[in-house]
């Protein structure tokens, strides 16, 4: 539930929080002619630079905010005339109101193209209907007069309700993925509601003033280099040059507030007792009574997931009213499965997440991803269960372990980072049987199915592709497996179906997979080859040359066990195996072995990653793990043929 980008102002989409800056000069601003950069170095290989920004915010005492945000860009080459073609600015419209003041573009001959207010629409912040009939919106300015060399210059402006009544709350970004050479940060508030604030990552100039019953804030920074972003790293809000700013006393304060806000909206009505019966009937175990309540939420109540990017400190509707539409945003189906889990006697509150970046430790944000629920199980612990996340699995944290959330309770809860659970609670598993001809043409079947997160990577798959098109997805990891291989006889489950795993089984003729070198046989294992595995299958694309300077982010925890047993052609013995590879680094563990028994050859692999956020030091323990997971895949069995054995 991630508001930033009413705070943006014109930022794109991509860079959703940049939300600061600096006021360029005066003269600059009122040239005709594009400036060019100054600082060689600190433009050298950037696709556009900021050439000043300026962010100025009035809160009230009531929480009430008006934000005006200028910025001067100049493009550098076509990736940057990409990045700020078009802007966007999500908003939730009875709350905030958007405002495309206008600006112009300027271009390297000086001649000047003004961009007027109808240069915005405004547009549904999502294609599905929300059964609430919610606006939520986003105004899109477009610029397709943009050039290469041009100078963009453009202003918004924000006003919105409090999130939190009679609190503000934000965070500003003093980096992106282009460099800043002035940015400028003011802030007006009232001397009865005093911000706490902090910079963080980073060092920039700070002044406190007054200018009657008001405090003002202002924060510069000159010079500021561009962010370079690497695969999997954490959202620029976790890693950039940032201010930090809040009214709330702490996190225990805003708990509380939240809590306020969803107090009355558990109580269930004699339909929603009797769904909760109905879904139950028969199951004595709490796992289970518990998991076929998340399946319901998750599976049968539709999600509106645009909501995320708009707020998640809007008050929830009642879980009465949500089971009655059928439909929810993310606290509402948090607020909805509380309250099934209260029917059946269990301590069940809502939480906050955010995935893509950790919330400040000290300076509470309003700024939330994912709603979850927090329910307190008979053994003591607490399981955060995501009631939009549409997997199946065993009770556990499948990507909320080692991440802080924010329980919203009527004592308040402060920041509590969640255990990480084990990487087996994600688990993936491939099985296989392979027979070799003579000829050396291999047939192999293969089933594929998961739990939690490898769950939610196979299910996702078999959602966005259906029918034909998704037997066409493993042809084709087929055809890289072995030239000329086919797939047959495919067989899947129901992706809507929560209750069971989802498990794709399929047939592969490979004619010729097998060399043939004189009386020789040599071939790999069909799933040594890794071309069937979807998580692994990526991550090699996820590596790059040199050391990471960020952590890389894989969502969740991960173990894949492959089996495969291969029985050899009549009259073949089996000559020589690949040599066992074992590998354990920090959170990464590999094992590979290959044996007989009796006349066939069982291949085992089982892979893991512990821990869902990479350290730079485990990324390069993960690196040498598949490098050696590579070299591994060169190692062959090789078949003997028995004179007179077989032809």
């Known amino acids: 539930m991630h508001t930033r980008r009413w705070t943006i102002g014109i930022s794109r989409l991509a ?7 600096t006021a360029g000069p005066a003269a600059a601003r009122g040239a005709d002619m594009a400036a060019a950069p100054v600082n060689v170095e600190l433009t050298r290989g950037a696709p556009a630079v900021v050439l000043d920004e300026e962010v100025a915010v009035i809160f009230d005492a009531d929480g009430r905010f008006t934000q005006e945000i200028r910025r001067r860009v100049q493009i550098l080459d076509e990736r940057g005339l990409q990045t700020y073609a078009a802007d966007q600015l999500a908003y939730y419209q009875p709350q905030a109101r958007v405002e495309f003041i206008g600006g112009r573009i300027i271009r390297s001959t000086g001649e000047t193209i003004p961009l007027d207010r109808d240069r915005a629409r405004e547009e549904p912040l999502g294609a599905a209907a929300h059964a609430f009939d919610q606006p939520y919106r986003r105004l899109v300015a477009r610029y397709p007069d943009l050039q290469v060399q041009d100078t963009l210059e453009t202003t918004v402006r924000i006003e919105s309700a409090a999130q939190i009544p009679g609190h503000y709350a934000d965070f500003f970004l003093f980096q992106h993925e282009s460099p800043i050479l002035n940015k400028r940060l003011v802030i ?12 963080r990552d980073g060092e920039l100039t700070f002044t406190q003033g007054r200018e009657g019953d008001r405090i003002v804030y202002t924060w510069t920074g000159r010079e500021l280099p561009m962010i370079f972003r690497e695969t999997g790293m954490p959202g620029l809000p976790e890693v950039a040059c940032r201010v930090v700013v809040s009214t709330l006393t702490g996190w225990p304060e805003l708990s509380r507030k939240g809590w306020a806000q969803s107090r009355q909206k558990f109580e269930p009505d004699e339909t929603l007792a009797e769904k909760v019966r109905e879904l139950t009937d028969g199951l004595t175990s709490e796992q289970s009574r518990i998991l076929a309540l998340v399946r319901f939420v998750a599976g049968d109540v539709g999600y509106l997931e645009a909501s995320l990017d708009v707020g998640a400190f809007l008050e929830p509707h009642a879980a009465a009213e949500v089971l009655a539409a059928g439909y929810g945003v993310g606290r509402d189906k948090a607020v909805l499965l509380a309250a099934m889990l209260r029917v059946l006697g269990l301590e069940a509150d809502e939480a906050l997440i955010n995935v893509s970046r950790a919330p400040d430790p000290e300076i509470p944000s309003v700024y939330f991803e994912r709603s979850l629920c927090a329910v307190r199980l008979s053994d003591g612990r607490t399981a955060y269960l995501d009631p939009a996340f549409g997997a199946h699995g065993t009770l556990g944290e499948t990507y909320a372990g080692g991440r802080p959330v924010l329980r919203l309770t009527a004592d308040g809860a402060g920041l509590e980072t969640v255990p990480p659970g084990p990487a087996s609670r994600s688990l993936g598993r491939l099985d296989a049987d392979t027979r070799v001809d003579a000829d050396g043409g291999a047939h192999t079947r293969i089933g594929i199915q998961g739990a939690g997160y490898y769950d939610f990577i196979l299910r996702g798959l078999g959602r966005r592709f259906s029918g034909p098109q998704f037997i066409q997805v ?6 890289r497996v072995h030239a000329g291989a086919r797939v047959r006889e495919f067989q899947v489950s129901d992706a809507a179906d929560l209750a069971v795993p989802f498990a794709v089984a399929f047939d592969v003729d ?17 799933l040594m080859t890794n071309g069937f595995e979807l998580y692994s299958l990526g991550l090699p694309r996820m590596m790059a040359p040199g050391p990471r300077r960020y952590p890389m982010d894989l969502f969740a925890p991960v173990q894949v066990i492959q089996s495969e047993r291969i ?3 009549p009259g073949c013995t089996v000559l020589a195996l690949p040599d066992p590879v074992e590998f354990a680094a920090g959170p990464a563990r590999l094992r590979l072995s290959c044996r007989q028994e009796g006349e066939r050859v069982v291949f085992s692999s089982e892979f893991s990653l512990e821990r869902s956020v990479l350290s730079p030091a485990d990324y390069e323990q993960l690196r040498e793990l598949l490098d050696r997971w590579v070299r591994s895949q060169r190692s062959l069995i090789i078949l003997e043929r028995q004179p007179g054995g077989g032809s």
């Not at 007006?188 to 910079?199: E, K, M, Q």
């Not at 490979?510 to 069909?526: K, M, S, T």
Request: aromatic content about 6%; proline content about 13%; some cysteine.
């Open 15 to 21: 860079l959703a929080a940049a939300v600061a800056a």
């Open 510 to 526: 490979a004619p010729g997979y097998a060399l043939a070198a004189g009386r020789f046989l040599l071939l790999r294992p069909c």
């Open 567 to 569: 029985t050899p052609p």
């Open 188 to 199: 007006r508030g009232p001397a009865s509601r005093p911000l706490r604030h902090a910079v």
């Open 474 to 479: 493993w042809q084709e990891l087929a055809g």
